[in-house]
């Protein structure tokens, strides 16, 4: 891999851009999403596809989460769009390739990617490298969560206008917070202007997970764990909706693995489908 980049970009996010590639290499068509211009930012070595946690078969269901539900979000910054929603937040962004792979909406937005200055960092000299550059629509936001840094106070004074409307995606993120980090997340995106959207994923309990799934996902919490990055917060459905409406939201609504499979996965022939780990909200203002 290329220098520096185990210290700047988290392994989580990574393995994330990795996964959204295998799926395009060993998953026949229909692809749910196309993209490998994450592959092109992490720039591997060649033996990738080798590594256990690109296993084809044990990380099928995980593999199809993560393309699942960035189609899903982007389908919806779509529609926004096409509704006058001028303003698109990506929280953690990670290696989010959105803004590289569909210019032609993200061109009539404003994108704000928020993410730690380290991974901000590298993914602006990665772009530049690729020849992506950093299109002005584009803002990089970089946040020391570590240090006590807002998020909000750094997006607003990046640029973003808290009187329009937005669309407000975090995906991957929810799990590692505390139950309070969450909510008072939530809090903070329903007081945005009517119209807004937040779609964020969360996970469910491990004794709501399909049996077949939960040795993988146990496995998972426990690399997670040893990495330092235990699994703190999980949510049924109804405490994430409960959660939500009582944050200030006007409506709230679960978008369940079976809704994702029965959308982008009902055309294919093979057993490609979303886990049933993880879930979707979709909130609005």
Do not use: C
């Amino acid at each position: 891999m290329l220098d520096e980049q185990a210290a700047a970009v988290d392994g989580t996010a990574l393995r994330v851009a990795l996964w959204r590639a295998l799926h395009v290499r060993v998953d026949p068509p229909p692809h749910v999403l196309e993209d490998e211009i994450g592959l092109g930012l992490a720039a591997p070595d060649d033996g990738w596809r080798s590594r256990p946690d690109m296993d084809q078969r044990a990380t099928s269901r995980m593999r199809a989460s993560i393309v699942a539900r960035a189609r899903f979000i982007e389908d919806l910054v779509v529609e926004q769009a096409g509704q006058g929603v001028s303003q698109y937040v990506v929280l953690g962004a990670g290696l989010d390739t959105f803004a590289q792979r569909r210019p032609e909406i993200a061109s009539r937005l404003r994108v704000f990617e928020v993410d730690r200055p380290g991974t901000q960092a590298w993914k602006r000299r990665r772009l530049i490298e690729l020849g992506f550059g950093i299109p002005e629509w584009l803002t990089l936001v970089p946040i020391d969560f570590e240090a006590g840094g807002s998020w909000w106070e750094e997006l607003t004074a990046a640029g973003f206008d808290p009187g329009r409307p937005a669309v407000v995606s975090s995906t991957g993120v929810t799990m590692y917070l505390t139950g309070a980090a969450v909510a008072a997340m939530l809090r903070q995106i329903a007081h945005l202007a009517t119209g807004s959207t937040l779609a964020t994923t969360f996970m469910v309990p491990l004794d709501q997970v399909a049996p077949e799934e939960f040795p993988l996902l146990r496995a998972t919490a426990n690399s997670a764990r040893a990495a330092g990055t235990p699994f703190i917060s999980l949510f049924s459905p109804p405490d994430i909706l409960t959660l939500a409406r009582t944050s200030g939201f006007r409506e709230a609504r679960h978008i369940s693995s079976t809704t994702l499979a029965q959308r982008y996965f009902t055309d294919r022939t093979d057993d490609l489908r979303p886990s049933s780990a993880e879930q979707l909200l979709v909130a609005m203002t």
